[in-house]
């Protein structure tokens, strides 16, 4: 873990609301079931996304692109206490998500936590971030960017800490 001198910098904020769409495994399956390649729908993956990181701890984040679904050990998260978290990742749309870097920050304070979390890759679109400690009560938000390609997208979950 490596202490950090600076504070977070502000966040573009992305669409970090769950969605739930009827209908849609079902249909996907049909798809596939019938052969059709090119289906209009979401990817199969997207839909699966982290199926077994459900349970207590665990969120699902949302974007036009991509799903990221997180389940954080311990739970609840103490202050002042190391935490990591599992994440999966998957497309919905345009390339295959490759890499993740995880931070937090405080937004009604401007500041973000004073060690930076290490990421690193399990395989199948899963990666464990460690070193996370939130050292203070409060509002904080998790920031989750996705790159895919060239391009990067973050997802941003608030967690309150009690």
Known sequence: MAKRSSAAPSPVRASGRSRTVVGRR???RACLALGLVLCPLA?????????????????????ERVV???RTAP???AVGQ???LEAAVCARSGPVPTDLR?????PDHRHGMNYRASVAPRGDGRFVAEGLLFHMPGRWQLLFDVQSGQQTER?????IVE
């Open 68 to 70: 990221v679904v997180f």
């Open 82 to 84: 190391h935490f990591s």
């Open 43 to 63: 990817r199969p993956e997207a839909e699966d996304c982290g199926a077994a990181l459900a349970g207590p701890g665990s969120a699902r984040l949302e974007s």
């Open 75 to 77: 739970t609840p998260i």
């Open 155 to 159: 997802l941003v979950k608030d967690v």
């Open 26 to 28: 079902s249909l996907t």
């Open 102 to 106: 995880v931070d937090a920050h405080m």
